[in-house]
């Protein structure tokens, strides 16, 4: 199982993305691979996975993607959330 900071690091990179598809993908993949499997040793579950930041920065992405606008208060907190899981010590 990928670690959540490396979950974190692939979150920052796809901010660079221009391929919508391949974002989804990535996504699916942090979700199925980190953030589920972190989620259920934690005891959490869909709320957790909801909100999370990674997921705030994914979804930004994809609504980027498609000319969507999204609350970038928000999304300034989870950027800053994800970096500090990124840099974390290993």
Known sequence: ????????????QIQDAVNL????????EVLR??????????GLGTQWI???PITTLFLDKL???NGIVTDSNKLALAYAEVQAIASEPA
């Not at 199982?1 to 920052?12: E, G, K, R, T």
């Not at 598809?21 to 699916?28: D, P, Q, R, T």
């Open 33 to 42: 691979e980190t953030m589920w499997p972190e989620a259920r040793a934690r």
């Open 21 to 28: 598809s391949a974002v989804v993908l990535e996504f699916n």
């Open 63 to 65: 609504c980027d993607l």
């Open 1 to 12: 199982m990928p670690s959540l900071q490396h979950a974190a690091v692939v979150s920052l």
């Open 50 to 52: 909801n909100q999370h």
